[in-house]
């Protein structure tokens, strides 16, 4: 790979992840201590509309990206149309609205994680010795809008976080314009007579012939329920606990993910594809277990060391399950198929446990804020329970043949 696309490649992830972690990392605490005073059920509605637009997002990407247009030019629309709706967003006063245009929003921006690595994909020659390399820079883009949140502690004031919506739009707007001028990534269908089923995606349905991914796949769909816990509560536990900073705080998991991404050529070598996927997701289980008991006080190093598993928790499963689905798939259906992983596990999976999420939250609210002991305990041991399923009906154990 040239280096100069390797540099187009870095900054695309960068920013594609920055506008995202920019305003998704607060939203609980926006919506619950603002002025739009939303249930916890309701913020695991408007938490829940990621998952409505990953569903979506297969058939976005099957239908126009695979058959009729280049990824690159997809992406920029649909950066452009975001950034006016995240403004719009930023004034929203009350919740039903703030939802609608949500979810709108969440929609266009979902395929949006799958162009980004059909397009890296598209460049790279060996995915799972560089695209760890590519993808670290989503991390740190989502690590330098937590950061510029603490620096600005847009937190100590609820009502105002309406600020990361704004910023959101300036920087969507920009990289919609970006988007145009990286590498060419046509439609590897165009021109082709194909079945109404190709057209909408629904070709990469083929992958789950094969019965270890179809484990995969169905694991991927069950893990992202207690996954939703974190994306969706954490900000809002750890400001509730009295964590200074906290969306600073919680980018030492990205920190310990980027560590981890530029380390998992080396993982790839000594592990094999399900000790790899296990491990992320025992992480789970060990993370909420440090939740439920970690405090402020005398604890606190439990509720760091919850936050920086984050590194092993995403990236040993889902980068490993991206590479895994990328290998089965082939280059026909590239996008097709990350479309699909993306339903499962941004999509189905999450869209269960924000709900899921939500009324636990509801139901374990004391006057003091929630008991959060009992609130984490649900998705430790739902995350056991998948953990030991993939570890009994998985069967692949190839090591990923690549040098360190």
């Known amino acids: ?51 409505l637009g990953a569903i979506v997002a297969p058939f976005i990407v099957g239908m126009i990206a695979d058959k009729f247009f280049a990824a690159q030019k997809i992406l920029g629309i649909l950066h ?15 919740f039903d609205s703030f939802y609608s245009l949500l979810l709108i929003y969440m929609i266009l921006f979902m395929p949006t994680l799958a162009l980004v690595n059909s397009i890296s994909l598209n460049q790279i020659k060996d995915a799972e010795k560089e695209f760890s390399k590519i993808r670290v820079w989503g991390t740190i883009g989502w690590i330098a809008s937590g950061l510029i949140i603490g620096w600005m ?5 609820p009502k105002t976080l309406n600020i990361t919506f704004l910023v959101a739009s300036i920087v969507s707007v920009g990289f919609g314009i970006y988007s145009f001028f990286l590498p060419n990534t046509p439609p590897p269908k165009a021109g082709k007579s194909v079945s109404f ?9 083929k992958v789950l012939a094969d019965k270890n991914y179809l484990v995969f796949f169905i694991a991927s769909i069950l893990i992202c329920i207690p996954l939703a816990f974190y994306y969706g509560q954490a900000n809002q536990f750890l400001n509730e606990v009295g964590v200074e900073s906290a969306a600073a705080k919680m980018t030492m998991g990205q920190m310990s993910e980027t560590l981890f991404l ?14 790899m996927l296990l491990i992320g997701m025992l992480a789970w289980v060990l993370r909420y277990l440090l939740f439920a008991y970690g405090n402020v006080d005398d604890s606190l190093w439990m509720l760091y060391a919850g936050i920086i598993l984050h590194g092993i928790c995403y990236d040993f499963f889902f980068v490993t399950g991206q590479i895994y689905t990328d290998q089965k798939a082939g280059e026909n259906v590239r996008s097709s198929a990350q479309g699909l992983i993306t339903l499962a596990t941004y999509g189905v999976g999450m869209y269960i446990g924000f709900y899921v999420a939500g009324m636990i939250v509801d139901q374990n609210a004391i006057d003091a804020g929630h008991n959060w002991n009992k609130i984490w305990i649900f998705p430790c041991i739902f995350a056991a329970g998948i953990s030991l ?7 692949e154990k190839a090591k990923a043949k690549i040098e360190a």
């Open 262 to 275: 530029f380390l998992m050529p080396l993982f790839f070598v000594r592990f094999g594809i399900k000790q």
């Open 80 to 94: 452009l149309i975001g950034g006016v709706l995240l403004y719009v967003i930023s004034s929203s006063t009350n």
């Open 389 to 395: 399923m993939f570890f009994v009906f998985f069967r």
């Open 153 to 157: 502690a847009w937190e100590a004031s």
């Open 197 to 205: 089923s190709e057209t909408i995606g629904l070709d990469a349905l």
């Open 1 to 51: 790979m040239k280096f100069t696309t390797k540099i187009q490649l870095s900054v695309m992830m960068f920013f594609n992840f920055f506008i995202w972690g920019i305003w998704f990392v607060t939203m609980g605490t926006f919506l619950t201590k603002g002025d739009i005073g939303a249930t916890g059920a309701q913020t695991g509605m408007a938490y829940g509309t990621q998952c």
